[in-house]
């Protein structure tokens, strides 16, 4: 897989889940041999035979590798299962196997079928429609929306609007999983401002910059969760009972004060006391016909003025008497901010970010009024649906529409009325079938908006020629000459854009010269060039599985910039003296030649590493040029990892943080190009090594510009994570027993990966730590490129995750156009070149490109991956294997599966259920679920899951397309590690 290194990540990825299938569905001879490995481990189950009467303990442990996950099944007396009598268990047999009569098989098998449907937070089965017509193929009809979307407001009043401060501006981001909810930063650093639904959306899309007015507070939303778990602690400080009288309003009783209800409901009475030792949080009742936009949400005037009270001085008498009659500002200034959600509603799309393209399939429309229309269903549920002209399908759609049923093609927006939830639409292109590799990553690109095409012959041009191109005398002369010393690359095996070296030669006791050299690339693109346009545009290479998008082309990034071994290349230089503890004396600057001695890669260097006492021999490394020996470059590799251990040792004291997760990488067949094999990235020391030397450069760089260009610089910051967000990660935690310390990177670090971190034979805990570096990654919020003329308060320039105060892109310029605008401040600051004339709020917009172009680029990186994964799950069949529970819901769970690092959500409804349940005791998530008794399973078995239960899963790929499905396994039923 095309990589990239030398970047401290902190990163997260969460995929949804689909449809599952019970095991009723195997064939004969799978059931065969579960049933086989079921009797063995059935033994565990404690069922007693007396008289008759059978007695099944109720709690129930099932030993297995993943550790004892206790069961609840039947009491005393209770029957096992629909149909079966006592006297249908084998007599004198501790198993749970019944001897099943035609009548109990029968209601066995209507358990089995029983579609799941669910209610908020439970569930109980449904039976499916008797209904077998298959209907057709498309959309039948279109109805226009209720309520229509607002017209935009004219430019001078959302001028005036963002002068006064009544609009706020800036880039929307849509949820993936719910594409109902939207977000915008607050310029004021707080909370984020979120918009419910589409309309309050006003057709902007993801990326898009955007002007939101903030509504009135009386229109926030406060958190459900946040007001059951105050109420519940207040309930409980009340004692034995609290009594709610009828009112005006009137007020839901039974635990549930949230929500103002009509008048005609009758009073209420709350046992607080049970609702207080538990302190679970139960459903609350909205008011009557009154249809909440999203249930993790409430407005704030719906809440009950008993509620409102729970936040003041409140006491017992306090809830008799507030009506609610007091003003807007008075009603909620109790309300605590942490319980606070800002709501509003774009107004207007200041720059239409997004491509408006995206990938998905056609359907016919039935619907007469569209006779000349088709419908377009992109793959990204964040998009709009779209109506495309008929004309612009294929010929072949109109006569037999089913056949193009798996056939991806790109739309783009044309239009979008106010009355209409869809948009208006062209078809592009046809991409190909759905679950092909090139069709698949083709879509990806363009949905993100990532060039993939061939450079214009006006960049080509700009070019010198590659066959006859030496480095010019005049050059040479302005430089520091550094081709004799022993300088090298460590890299990737397969990398060819080979922009950074190392180099390190004893000066005196315990006191080295140690130098990072960065391919010069600035020197080939010069500013307002159609090459420097275009690698400004694309900002970023796209590293995929099988291969990768350039931003400059290829005579640049593999030949004339790449740093190859023999060949004279123009460079900047950062060259420190410093002693074996990484403690620096000096440190220079400036522009030079080098010429590599020898191409190594991260296996190369890891094994002198490991063996540093072993005689290599010239033919175990690549060609090695100008005279140097395998002992030589393996004594300087030793050297620079000392000093690299004692630097890192050093970070992390000062408290810098770093949240590694699983990472897939794939090795792909040469003939067909499909994955025959996966492996899991591992850091090891030879990548530290190199990691710790390009984060020195970095933060070296970022000081030299800084201090030359105060108000130009460009550099990196990483702001703190999401607090809200990290506060209830942490109280979770808490409640399951772990404690977290979140007050710094560096605590967090220390809680991670010192208290918590688990011993090396220690599965569970291993998993455990897996979780918790997932969990604390989703608050963690994106590093970005600024302009230090743009912000005012110096400490807004920090990098959490470093723990610095300044830090920039240096080391990487064939792949980060960031990188080359530092050079040429860096060569400003040498005194070597001219300031860039450009203005800070320009320099702004172009790292404000570059931000949007990396995040795409990350996320295709990723889908890239899934792609991938799903072709090989696909080919290889279903997949046995380990996961745990790293988020629970009212409906369904997230599972992380441990051995290949990715998330998946199962949802409840779709497992073979008989119900299910979900609770709250704090922070802490409790989902219950009674299994279905069928010929396999005669008991009916409860299962709870929380955080950090461990579970055993399938995978299951969709054989017609690159989707798969996690199943959960059946507590009982046998599995293969």
């Not at 190392?502 to 391919?519: K, M, W």
């Amino acid at each position: 897989m095309a990589t990239s290194s030398h970047d401290s990540k902190v990163t997260s990825s969460a995929v949804g889940g689909d449809d599952s299938k019970s095991s009723s569905s195997l064939p004969s001879s799978e059931k065969k041999r579960r049933r086989k490995r079921y009797h063995k481990k059935v033994g565990c189950l404690q069922v007693q035979e007396d008289k008759c009467n059978v007695h099944v303990d109720r709690t129930v442990k099932v030993q297995d590798t993943i550790g004892t996950e206790k069961v609840k099944c039947f009491g005393p007396g209770v029957s096992p299962g629909p149909g079966v009598s006592p006297e249908g268990l084998c007599k004198g047999e501790k198993t749970a196997i019944p001897i099943v009569t035609p009548k109990a098989r029968i209601a066995q098998l209507e358990v089995a079928t029983t579609d799941l449907k669910t209610e908020s937070g439970s569930g109980k089965p449904k039976k499916k429609s008797n209904n077998s017509e298959k209907k057709a193929y498309g959309i039948h009809r279109i109805t226009p929306m209720e309520k229509t979307f607002e017209s935009y407001w004219s430019i001078e009043d959302v001028q005036r609007g963002l002068k006064s401060g009544a609009l706020i501006q800036g880039t929307l981001r849509i949820n993936q999983r719910n594409f109902e909810e939207s977000y915008l930063s607050h310029p004021d650093g707080g909370s984020d401002v979120c918009i419910f639904g589409i309309q309050d959306r006003n057709r902007a899309l993801n990326g898009d910059v955007v002007c939101v007015s903030v509504y009135s507070k009386e229109n926030w939303m406060a958190s459900v969760e946040d007001l059951n778990e105050r109420m519940d602690d207040f309930a409980a400080s009340f004692g034995a009972q609290l009594s709610i009288e009828s009112s005006e309003p009137n007020v839901v009783g039974a635990g549930a004060l949230l929500v103002e209800t009509d008048a005609s409901q009758s009073s209420q009475k709350v046992n607080s006391s049970k609702a207080g030792s538990s302190g679970a949080a139960t459903a609350r009742t909205p008011k009557s016909g009154q249809k909440q936009k999203n249930s993790k949400y409430l407005c704030l005037k719906d809440i009950s003025p008993v509620a409102r009270n729970l936040f003041g001085n409140a006491s017992k008498e306090s809830l008799q008497f507030d009506t609610g009659s007091s003003s807007t500002e008075s009603r909620f200034k109790d309300i605590p901010d942490d319980c606070l959600v800002r709501t509003g509603k774009v107004v207007f799309i200041l720059e239409k970010v997004h491509s408006r393209a995206c990938v998905g399939r056609i359907k016919p429309i039935t619907d007469t009024r569209y006779a000349k229309s088709a419908f377009f269903s992109p793959n990204d549920s964040r998009m709009p649906r779209m109506i495309v002209g008929l004309s612009e399908c294929p010929e072949e759609f109109r006569k037999r529409p089913e056949d193009f049923e798996h056939t991806l093609f790109i739309a783009r927006i044309t239009d979008w009325k106010l009355n209409l939830p869809f948009a208006e639409g062209r078809i592009a292109r046809s991409l190909g079938e759905a679950g092909e590799i090139e069709p698949e990553t083709e879509g990806m690109l363009v949905e993100y908006d990532l060039d993939f095409g061939d450079f214009s012959t006006d960049v080509l041009e700009c070019l010198p020629a590659a066959d006859r191109w030496e480095i010019p005398d005049e050059e040479l002369r302005g430089r520091r000459d550094l081709r004799r010393e022993c300088i090298f690359t460590i890299d990737p095996a397969t990398a060819k854009d080979l922009d950074d070296a190392l180099s390190c030669r004893v000066v005196g006791p315990d006191l080295f010269e140690v130098g990072v050299h960065i391919a010069d690339v600035s020197y080939f693109v010069k500013p307002d060039t159609s090459l420097d346009t275009e690698a400004a545009r694309r900002s970023t290479s796209v590293y995929l599985v099988q291969k990768v998008i350039p931003m400059l082309p290829h005579l640049l990034c593999e030949k004339l910039c790449s740093l190859s071994a023999g060949e004279d290349r123009l460079c900047f230089s950062v060259i420190w003296k410093m002693n074996g503890r990484g403690e620096i004396v000096d440190e220079w600057f400036g522009r030079t030649v080098i010429r590599s001695c020898v191409k190594l890669s991260y296996e190369h260097a890891q094994g002198f590493i490991q063996e540093p006492d072993r005689k290599w021999t010239p033919e175990e490394l690549p060609p090695i040029y100008d005279g140097y020996d395998v002992d030589t470059i393996r004594d300087i590799v030793l050297s620079l990892n000392r000093i690299a251990v004692n630097m890192r040792k050093k970070r992390f004291d000062g408290g810098a943080l770093r949240l590694d997760q699983v990472k897939l990488q794939f090795t792909i067949d040469k003939e067909s190009g499909l994955p025959n094999g996966w492996y899991v990235y591992e850091q090891r020391d030879s990548n530290r090594l190199v990691e710790e030397f390009m984060l020195l450069a970095n933060m070296a760089t970022a000081h030299k510009i800084k201090a030359a260009f105060p108000g130009h610089a460009v550099l990196r910051r990483h702001p703190a994570p999401q607090g809200k967000l990290l506060d209830g990660i942490i109280s979770m935690c808490k409640e399951l027993g772990v404690e977290i310390d979140a007050s710094s990177a560096g605590a967090l670090q220390r809680s991670l990966y010192g208290e918590v971190a688990p011993s090396d034979d220690d599965d569970d805990s291993r998993a455990r730590l897996q979780v918790l570096v997932s969990l604390c990654s989703r608050p963690m919020q994106n590093a970005r490129y600024f302009c230090t003329g743009m912000l005012e308060n110096e400490d807004d320039f920090a990098h959490y995750a470093l723990n610095v105060p300044l830090y920039t892109h240096f080391t990487s310029p064939i792949r980060r156009y960031p990188d080359i605008m530092v050079h040429r401040l860096l060569s400003a600051a040498l005194e070597v070149a001219e300031p860039p004339p450009t203005r800070p709020d320009i320099v702004e917009k172009q790292c404000e490109l570059c931000n949007n172009r990396k995040t795409a680029a990350k996320r295709v990186s990723e889908m890239s991956a899934e792609l991938f994964f799903g072709i090989f799950l696909r080919s290889c069949g279903r997949l046995e294997e380990k996961g745990m529970v790293m988020a629970v819901l009212d409906k369904a769970f997230d599972v992380l599966v441990l051995s290949f690092g990715v998330v998946k959500r199962v949802y409840c409804e779709k497992l073979p259920l008989k119900e299910f349940h979900f609770s709250k005791v704090r922070k802490r998530p409790l989902l219950e679920l009674t299994w279905n008794v069928d010929k396999d399973h005669p008991l009916e078995i409860q299962q709870e899951l929380t955080i950090f239960t461990s579970v055993c899963c399938q995978l299951v790929p969709e054989m017609e397309s690159v989707r798969w499905n996690l199943e959960l396994k059946h507590p009982l039923d046998p599995y293969i590690f």
